[in-house]
């Protein structure tokens, strides 16, 4: 659904019960499905990160609870959203019992509404503590988490609706499908930013090398290769310079896979003088209080943390969002994005920093997709999705706007490996004549931007990433690429370029300008 909304509507925005025009219609297609499916149906609705997932159905709990003599269960699958969810209830009027535990269910009858996380109210139901028999409607938040599904066959008998922003199961063997006879998707992302109710993404997409990363059970990359990855110099470099480039002096959310990663960024940018927390599970409620006050009340604070911020964190003053990793999960995705598309008075866009190639797997934030055909067939949208070698293969390394203008005199600093690599085959020469035309060509642009053999060398110590990439590209040509290997052919190569700058500088220089160096 996508209804025009009133320039009065965008002005009069209340906080709490006021809702959205496009809320109402997704309320009321709801209820319309209440009405006309049996009561045992299971319904999914989507909605995207910051729509207002909570607000609609606590209204429809509201609602629901007027209407029927049954009672409602909201499950959530962690803590932070456990708490949320009853207070944005309590806003709605709605009287509400969370079943957390620590909580004393002798009262329980005197409620209509029970909040509770899932593993919670599995040990709960099993020990027979909680009376689920007049329970008429079952909530789930973030349903696209499997955790719930085993929790169905206490509610047989009752109307399961599950809300997720992407109805795609965190797990591939068990698709959403099986276990929801129906998806209404609601507002898109694209409508949402041009209605003014999300802010805009300005995304920046670092190419990166992905291929040391592991798959693992899950589907997705573990922690450990992504830690080897990303705890290396060349990525902590990387990633401070992008921030520098793009977030400097803005309120930035750095998301990583995994705890140690998150320590070396913050150790990293802490050093270069920036003010930068770290966040991870294992703080203290209390810690993670003070560091979240901090976040919101610095400026230009820059929070690094390891996933415990994708779901029920909302600070609308982030102004860039760093993904600091590469994920495989179209969910998480557009969890970290959407932690920067909370709108204020002064602000309607944001800024992502993308280094973990995942906007090349999946498409831009916001971009249109058709969610309805990613529930019936998961595997079609997954199966399409581009495999990191895919995603490399395309990449053409840019020199960055400062160091392109170092090199000015120069009308191509681009060199094609791969052709280069296929017509030295084809004439039937060996491969080490590439890395050799490479290195002419790397002290050819040196050279056109030098007076001497001086200015060469220290232009040639700024090839780092270009160099890195041809070799990147090189080792792939000849399948090539253990580590060792990787790391002495580009130290070799740094060695050998300075050698032909020291050896080949006058003659070269005499051709390029006409005239003698001086």
């Not at 959205?20 to 149906?41: H, L, R, T, V, W």
């Not at 899950?218 to 977030?247: C, H, I, P, W």
């Not at 997954?382 to 706007?401: R, V």
Request: net charge negative.
């Amino acid at each position: 659904m996508s209804s025009t909304i009133s320039l009065l509507e965008l002005e009069d925005r209340k906080v709490g019960k006021e809702l959205y025009s496009y809320q109402k219609g997704a309320i009321n297609k709801i209820f319309k499905s209440f009405e006309e499916a049996p009561e045992d149906y299971h319904l999914l609705y989507q909605l995207p990160t910051g729509g207002g997932k909570t607000v609609i159905f606590s209204e429809i709990v509201r609602q629901y609870l007027k209407l029927h003599k049954k009672k409602v269960l909201v499950m959530t699958h962690r803590i932070e959203l456990c708490r949320q969810t009853s207070s944005m209830l309590t806003e709605f009027g709605v009287e509400n019992k969370v079943v957390n535990s620590k909580a004393n269910l002798d009262d329980q009858a005197q409620y209509s509404c029970f909040v509770a996380m899932v593993e919670t109210l599995n040990n709960r139901l099993n020990e027979d503590k909680l009376d689920i028999s007049d329970i008429g409607l079952v909530i789930i938040d973030e349903a696209h988490y499997n955790s719930f599904t085993k929790l169905f066959k206490f509610f047989e008998n009752a109307f399961i609706l599950g809300v997720t922003a992407t109805p795609l199961s965190s797990n591939i063997k068990l698709p959403m499908k099986d276990n929801y006879d129906e998806l209404i998707v609601g507002e898109s992302i694209e409508s949402l930013i041009s209605n003014k109710f999300l802010a805009k993404a300005e995304i920046y997409s670092y190419n990166v090398g992905l291929t040391s990363l592991v798959v693992g059970a899950n589907g997705d990359y573990t922690v450990k290769s992504s830690e080897d990855l990303y705890t290396n110099n060349d990525m902590l470099s990387k990633l401070v310079q992008a921030y520098e480039e793009r977030s400097k002096g803005k309120k930035t959310l750095i998301f990583n896979n995994g705890i140690n990663t998150s320590l070396h960024v913050y150790d990293t940018f802490r050093a270069a003088g920036y003010p930068v927390a770290h966040l991870d599970n294992t703080n203290t409620k209390k810690e993670r209080k003070a560091i979240l006050k901090w976040f919101k009340e610095t400026p230009d604070a820059i929070l690094t943390s390891v996933s415990i911020l994708t779901t029920g964190f909302d600070e609308p003053t982030v102004e860039s969002i760093i993904l600091n990793r590469a994920t495989k999960s179209l969910t998480l995705y557009y969890q970290m994005i959407g932690r920067g598309s909370r709108i204020l008075k002064d602000k309607d866009s944001f800024t992502v920093i993308d280094l973990g190639n995942n906007f090349h797997r999946f498409g831009p934030w916001g971009a249109v997709l058709d969610w309805h055909r990613i529930f019936r067939s998961p595997n079609f949208y997954l199966d399409g999705i581009l495999s990191d070698d895919e995603i490399e293969e395309t990449f053409k390394y840019e020199m960055p706007a400062d160091l392109r203008e170092e090199f000015s005199n120069s009308e191509n600093v681009y060199f094609d490996v791969k052709k280069t690599y296929i017509d030295a085959v084809r004439s039937g020469e060996s491969s080490k004549v590439v890395l050799e035309r490479s290195i002419e060509h790397h002290a050819k642009i040196c050279i056109e931007n030098s007076e001497d053999v001086y200015d060469a060398l220290d232009l040639s110590k700024k090839l780092g990433d270009d160099i890195d990439y041809r070799i990147q590209r090189y080792t792939k040509c000849i399948s090539k690429s253990t580590f060792n290997f990787v790391e002495w052919l580009k130290e070799d190569y740094r060695k050998k370029l300075r050698a032909y700058l020291r050896n080949n500088f006058d003659e070269v220089f005499e051709v390029i300008h006409g005239r003698p160096a001086e």
